[in-house]
């Protein structure tokens, strides 16, 4: 009973008319001091409008978070009450909730339950003493079971007694980090009603439309509609920030990495031909036999509005794809969350103004100081001052788009963003090589400023080739802020490249690894992220997403 996965069932058998229960209490993961269970009623009489469950703990045991139901605890009596969501149970149906518990010396399951005063026997009007089972077979899988989305999404706030995650809490209160309306925006308030549940119970932000069906704005973009994507039925809404979340309850303070709400970016692209010979290296991908077909949801966290990305060289990715190949048919799939390293910590290296491969420019120490470096890609890409000068010089560039060589301007001040790493062990190879391409951000690197950060559109007022984005702004007005909804330097305009990957599993589909994708472990561990990964590629191949504009009337920068 009190062994990592062990079960307690009390039966439930078909019955109809008075009130009836069966309740089946299951610990999928425990260790040392603290443990996960899921509870399943089983409504067996009348149909239920909302109910309260009931039981004692024989072990000192304390539930410390749950998801799907509202649970108190007083000595070692516990109540749980549905959400508004689950409260209606029609007869035959099942209901389940989760939690998160602590345990000292023994973790015995709980023997009987009531659900609105009845005991749960497995029948209609049963005894008040059930019976029970002894232990099943533990279960394998998930240590939780996911809650659901969010059934108010964009319409409620998240029930009484939820727990809120970091990320939640910063937009839940006017937070330049979060959320922080402008005049005629749309209010927080109303912004917080756009949130999911995380793998772990918690209440996340999420994507959400830039304009609220009441007609106010928000000012700020998180791209694609994650229910147009294919992948939408597996993947769900993306819990922005769950990785921080995770470094929060599993790691020191001087490892925690926290990004602003405005930066996360949402892509969803569905069947993606996969060209044989493509390796990303052209612009345009290379006519050819298509070898599979992909679709792509992720959400990737990538502001170009503030100095953060100067030094800091881990994002978080929520990575899902399913490629099918086309010589059989064979499905491989990816659902991989945690944050990635893109080039090296404490600084960056120039972008295509002035030119590639510029010399590593260090900047500061990282946060988090422990942050792992990635050397195999070019890392974080960005504009600075040798840009400015090589615009001032009329130094030229090739670009795809023309025939011939032409002058860099302001309007090629763009950020690339390459990542290239693995994750490796219990018969698994997972590669992934992406890149993020963002075209009009608002900043760029400038030592001799506050931040380091200078703001691209002040320099469509200067003497320098301004580009097609110069013309907008001088159009919209003289010296236009940088944070002004006419200012096209808003990072809008980007292109993402899930780029190469390769899956080859052996061994479990399901395995959890730290944040960084290390220490793969077929078991759950503490502060570990459940991953999915299936199927066995022969090869490596190269996926382009799409190249889309988000922009949309009243978004600005910061975004």
């Known amino acids: 009973m009190v062994a990592a996965g062990g079960a307690a069932i009390i039966a439930a058998t078909p019955a109809v008319a008075a009130p009836g229960c069966g309740v089946t209490y299951t610990v999928g993961s425990q ?145 330049e980090k979060g959320y922080l309306p402008r005049s005629g925006e749309c ?104 070898i599979a077909v992909c679709d792509t949801l992720l959400k990737f966290h990538q502001g170009t509005h503030s100095p953060d990305a100067f030094s800091n060289n881990v994002h978080e990715l929520l990575f899902n794809q399913r490629c099918t190949a086309s010589n059989g048919g064979q499905v491989t799939e990816a659902r991989y969350n945690a944050m990635i390293p893109l080039g090296r910590a404490g600084g960056f290296s120039p972008s295509e103004c002035p030119g590639f491969g510029g010399a590593f420019i260090n900047v500061k120490p990282a946060v988090p100081a422990d942050s792992p470096s990635d050397t195999r890609s070019l890392g974080r890409l960005i504009t600075e001052p040798g840009c400015v000068q090589a615009i001032r010089e009329g130094r030229t560039h090739y670009d795809p788009l023309y025939p011939n060589p032409v002058p860099f301007t302001v309007s090629d001040m763009d950020d690339f963003w390459f990542s290239d790493f693995s994750v490796t062990g219990s018969g698994l190879n997972f590669r992934l090589g992406p890149l993020f391409y963002v075209v009009n951000p608002s900043r760029y690197y400038d030592p001799s400023k506050p931040d380091n950060m200078g703001r691209i559109v002040d320099l469509c007022y200067t003497n320098l080739a301004g580009g097609d984005y110069c013309n907008q702004a001088r159009q919209a007005g003289q010296n236009i802020q940088w944070d002004d ?47 999915y990964f299936s199927g066995n590629q022969s090869s490596t191949m190269y996926v382009r997403g799409a190249t889309r504009d988000w922009n949309a009337t009243g978004v600005h920068a910061p975004n």
């Open 31 to 175: 260790w040392q001091g603290g443990f996960t269970a899921t509870v399943t009623l089983t409504n067996v009489g009348d149909p239920i409008s909302s109910w309260t469950m009931t039981w004692s703990y024989a072990g000192g045991q304390r539930v410390t978070q749950a998801w799907n139901a509202t649970v108190s605890q007083s000595g070692s009596e516990v109540s749980a009450r549905n959400a508004s969501y689950n409260g209606s149970v029609a007869t035959g149906a099942s209901v389940s909730f989760g939690f998160n518990g602590s345990w000292n010396g023994s973790n015995p399951a709980p023997t009987s339950f009531t659900v609105n005063g009845t005991a749960c026997t497995g029948q209609p009007g049963g005894p008040t003493t059930p019976p029970t089972t002894g232990p099943t077979t533990p279960p394998t899988g998930s240590p939780t079971t996911p809650p659901p989305g969010n059934p108010t999404w964009g319409t409620a706030l998240p029930p009484s007694g939820a727990q809120l995650s970091r990320a939640y809490q910063l937009i839940a209160t006017a937070n």
């Open 187 to 290: 209010s927080v308030e109303i912004h917080a009603r756009y949130w999911t549940y995380g793998p772990d119970g918690k209440v996340y932000p999420t994507w959400h439309p830039t304009r609220d069906s009441s007609g106010c704005n928000f000012g700020h973009e998180h791209g694609d509609d994650p229910r147009n994507s294919d992948l939408y039925s597996t993947a769900g809404w993306p819990a922005f920030g769950y990785t921080s979340e995770v470094m929060l309850d599993s790691m020191p303070e001087n490892s925690h990495r926290h990004e602003d709400h405005v930066g996360h970016k949402v892509l969803s692209v569905n069947n993606t031909n996969v060209i044989q010979g493509d390796n990303g290296s052209s612009f345009f991908p290379p006519q050819g036999t298509t």
């Open 485 to 531: 909804p006419r200012s096209p330097f808003k990072g809008t305009l980007r292109e993402f490249r899930p780029g190469t990957i390769q899956v080859q599993n052996s061994g479990p589909t399901t395995v959890y690894t730290d944040v960084y994708g290390r220490n793969v472990s077929s078991t759950p561990f503490n502060g570990s992220i459940k991953q």
